[in-house]
């Protein structure tokens, strides 16, 4: 077992390691020639941040041996970028009048907790649902995905480029309706994001200008580690 996580650490090290002169660099490191048969592996471990280069992060080192030290970093590393990273948020509130249209505000329910920026591009896959329980009069509402990069200060839709649909949904008086969303997108490299669900009233009728009397929601949005410098990158599961 120390054998094999030796190897792996060395592996992950060294992997860029070859000879000679490139006209380019692979990956931005000045060490390492685009041409090397292990450029992809070298731009794999660094798109992931399991490295970040040797001194100013110009070179890669190739030829540099592995301390238990650096082994333990490298691999910790490893396993986050592998790994699926859950926010999930699951609450409950109390009566509310549910907004209408722009300029009013949407209420924002279940925000995620920030997801630290990356220094590799990534994509996330959003799963939201809300439920209203309308009070003595029928409301009629819709929900939508919201994503802020400046730490839930401002907020925007969910797909920078198609606008979310967002979903509708009637509660007569006295019950509940329930409404879900899905979308995904890609996440920039050394970008925070938070993520929240939006909900407006939706005019449909005079007879569905009621409120709420409690809500609840829950948004999961799960987020895939990615490779490469450009879209569309491998998945890694």
């Known amino acids: 077992?120390?054998?094999?996580?030796?190897?792996?650490?060395?592996?992950?090290?060294?992997?860029?390691?070859?000879?000679?002169?490139?006209?380019?660099?692979?990956?931005?490191?000045?060490?390492?020639?685009?041409?090397?048969?292990?450029?992809?592996?070298?731009?794999?471990?660094?798109?992931?941040?399991?490295?970040?280069?040797?001194?100013?992060?110009?070179?890669?080192?190739?030829?540099?041996?592995?301390?238990?030290?650096?082994?333990?970093?490298?691999?910790?590393?490893?396993?986050?970028?592998?790994?699926?990273?859950?926010?999930?948020?699951?609450?409950?509130?109390?009566?509310?009048?549910?907004?209408?249209?722009?300029?009013a505000s949407p209420i924002i329910r279940c925000v995620t907790a920030e997801l630290a920026a990356a220094a590799y591009p990534r994509q996330v896959v959003a799963n939201a649902s809300f439920s209203g329980l309308a009070d003595a009069n029928t409301v009629a509402f819709r929900s939508f995905l919201l994503v802020s990069t400046n730490g839930g200060m401002t907020y925007s839709t969910f797909d920078p480029v198609l606008p979310s649909v967002a979903t509708r949904a009637t509660a007569a008086a006295n019950f509940?309706?329930?409404?879900?969303?899905?979308?995904?997108?890609?996440?920039?490299?050394?970008?925070?994001?938070?993520?929240?669900?939006?909900?407006?009233?939706?005019?449909?009728?005079?007879?569905?200008l009621g409120n709420f009397a409690a809500q609840r929601c829950q948004l999961t949005a799960s987020v895939f580690n990615r490779n490469g410098t450009a879209t569309p990158f491998d998945e890694v599961r």
């Open 1 to 103: 077992m120390k054998q094999w996580l030796a190897k792996l650490a060395v592996a992950v090290v060294v992997a860029g390691a070859s000879g000679g002169a490139a006209a380019q660099d692979c990956s931005n490191f000045t060490d390492v020639p685009a041409s090397s048969p292990f450029c992809a592996n070298v731009e794999w471990v660094k798109n992931r941040g399991i490295t970040t280069g040797c001194g100013a992060g110009t070179t890669y080192c190739p030829n540099d041996s592995v301390t238990r030290l650096q082994m333990a970093i490298f691999m910790n590393r490893l396993g986050r970028a592998l790994s699926v990273e859950v926010l999930q948020r699951q609450v409950g509130f109390g009566a509310q009048v549910v907004p209408g249209a722009p300029p």
């Open 176 to 208: 509940w309706a329930t409404t879900s969303n899905t979308e995904q997108m890609e996440l920039a490299p050394n970008t925070a994001y938070v993520f929240a669900i939006g909900v407006r009233r939706d005019d449909i009728g005079p007879s569905t």
